[in-house]
């Protein structure tokens, strides 16, 4: 094994080099993609699958549409709202990687199970929403970890294909459910038990590897300096109590609040909105390609994300994921199926995307000490978005129909889309020249 050595770059990042993947982990670094991927394919069934059943669970006597849909947004909280304890808990060696996804796998599969044998919403606010969304966020959170920590030369790319198998793997569940909506109890065992099999054989293998490793190529320092790869490097290091002294930490958040509330709207209402104006065909393909959208415009947006810049990527994404659901209700309304599902592709190459550009936006905006935590708080802002996008939606729905409730969410996304104009580095300046 050669010497390990710790260097620093003109930007006072710190490289540990001298360890290869293979020396760690017994084979290459890209078995963490594979390995990460897998689990969040699993995981991912509770938020992008709810949906699929939500029609199924509405027929169920004493149940209410609100309580429902309410549901998912319990779990989203929980889901989110793990993210941060998560990584402290990692960064301190309180809670290893293979443990945290033990867990996850075993809540994981108790939260379908419920959602396949509970009689009442009792339970399903228990078993699904928050031991459920519990174990959802300790997979996401310790998946999303490894990919920070393994790929600190390429975080975009290989988040992007990590965040996106979170939305993809549910495409089968989607059309299963659809197709057998009377087998909903014995679908949601069989896929409690993948889940449970899957995230477990993850947990068993994922490792992370010693803080501040690099690989053995690109060099660091020279890889600092290459533009292609830091457009923006940060100004310095935030810890996570620094993080909101600063105007930007505000800003970001309330985008990915305003981003994650549409998109989580789109996710639970659709289904029912597409089912009544072109039957549960219709609907089922809709969220299946809303899945499918989302899952691979977030590999697209990780890849590219680097040369074309987070910052312009992320107003463009809002501002499609607002013309989205105009365009849903508008087709929905006049029964134009193809329309409607244009819609959809728009709505997940949107809202859907903003979670993996939020990844490297950590990295740039509040450096790569506690790249991991800082995701975590900021990634909470979409159980405030759960709330904001399921809750209140209830409300408009019931009073002012479908049409008030697109409305809303278009504008709720347009108006992040101009928020996320003004954000910009902490402790950069706008501007070294007048502008002419």
């Not at 690989?215 to 810890?239: C, F, G, I, K, M």
């Not at 800003?251 to 029912?272: G, I, K, N, P, R």
């Not at 990527?313 to 029964?335: D, K, M, N, P, T």
């Amino acid at each position: 094994m050669a010497e390990v050595r710790e260097l620093r770059d003109v930007y006072g990042r710190r490289y540990r080099v001298g360890e290869s993947d293979r020396e760690l982990l017994g084979r290459p670094r890209a078995w963490i993609t594979g390995l990460a991927a897998a689990a969040m394919l699993a995981a991912g069934v509770q938020q992008y699958g709810f949906g699929a059943i939500v029609p199924s669970l509405s027929r169920t006597p004493g149940w209410t549409f609100g309580g429902i849909v309410l549901a998912l947004a319990v779990w989203a909280v929980c889901q989110a709202g793990a993210a941060f304890p998560v990584a402290w808990l990692r960064d301190r060696g309180l809670l290893p990687a293979p443990a945290a996804m033990a867990a996850g796998a075993v809540l994981c599969a108790a939260g379908l199970v419920t959602l396949g044998h509970a009689t009442g919403l009792t339970a399903v606010f228990l078993g699904y929403s928050v031991l459920g969304g519990l174990g959802t966020g300790l997979v996401y959170a310790t998946c999303i970890g490894a990919v920070l920590a393994w790929f600190p030369d390429a975080t975009g790319s290989r988040a992007g294909i990590v965040s996106g198998a979170f939305a993809c793997g549910s495409v089968p569940f989607v059309v299963l459910a659809a197709t057998l909506p009377a087998a909903r109890p014995a679908l949601l065992d069989v896929t409690a038990a993948v889940v449970l099999v899957v995230i477990a054989g993850c947990a068993a293998l994922l490792r992370y590897p010693p803080r501040h490793w690099w690989p053995a190529t690109p060099e660091p320092r020279a890889w600092a300096l290459d533009r292609a790869h830091n457009r923006s490097p940060a100004v310095r290091h935030y810890r996570p109590a620094e993080l909101f002294r600063c105007g930007t930490t505000l800003s970001l958040y309330l985008v990915v609040v305003l981003a994650a509330a549409v998109l989580l709207f789109d996710l639970a209402y659709l289904a029912t909105f597409t089912a009544a104006r072109g039957g549960p065909g219709l609907a089922a393909a809709a969220l299946a390609l809303l899945a499918a959208a989302t899952g691979s415009g977030r590999v697209l947006i990780g890849r590219f994300a680097d040369r074309l810049g987070r910052h312009r990527i992320l107003r463009f994404a809002l501002l499609a994921g607002g013309v989205a659901q105009f365009v849903l209700f508008y087709s929905g309304a006049h029964r134009h199926p193809t329309g409607l599902l244009v819609g959809v592709v728009l709505a997940g190459l949107g809202n859907g995307c903003c979670y993996t550009l939020l990844v490297g936006l950590v990295r740039e905006y509040f450096g790569e000490e506690s790249a991991a935590q800082n995701f975590g708080i900021l990634y909470s802002a979409k159980a405030v978005g759960a709330v904001v996008g399921i809750g209140p939606a209830t409300l408009v729905v019931t009073a002012h129909g479908f049409a008030g409730a697109f409305t809303a969410a278009g504008v709720l996304s347009l108006a992040a889309a101009v928020l996320s104009g003004r954000l910009s580095q902490p402790g950069r300046p706008k501007s070294l020249l007048p502008v002419a």
